[in-house]
């Protein structure tokens, strides 16, 4: 089965690299942009048989800091 | 308009931190998870008139690295 676990800044955390990719995208001339924040993706290769509150624990363990981050798990179709 | 990028590593691409965090599950005892790849993810919060073109753009010269990411480009309902 394959996860992807998209983990990203709560709202409100300041995400320095989110802003320096905000000001090299207007050095490049990209107009219009009003935000960037950056996050991360995992894509996991797990067993058919994972349960739900396992994913839920691998994030909360080890994938996220529940302290400042949020995560989202998306299973994709095999 | 909100837009999400994902970066991903090419198939075939060694990915070091994807094999640590696999090991690291691993080690707290999870059972079943057969491979993980690292990637990343940028949430963007551009203007509604922003091309298609532009957004490419902006991946291809800025958010990743095409000689060894793909990325995708996912637009979220605002």
Known sequence: MKVRVHVSLKNGVL???????????????????????????????VADDTSDDALDDMCRKLLANMVIENYRIEKVAA
């Not at 000001?23 to 995992?42: I, P, Q, T």
């Open 15 to 45: 995400d320095p690299q989110g802003r320096a990719i905000h000001h090299a995208l207007e050095g490049l001339g990209f107009a219009g942009v009003k935000d960037v924040r950056a996050g991360r993706l995992f894509e996991l290769d």
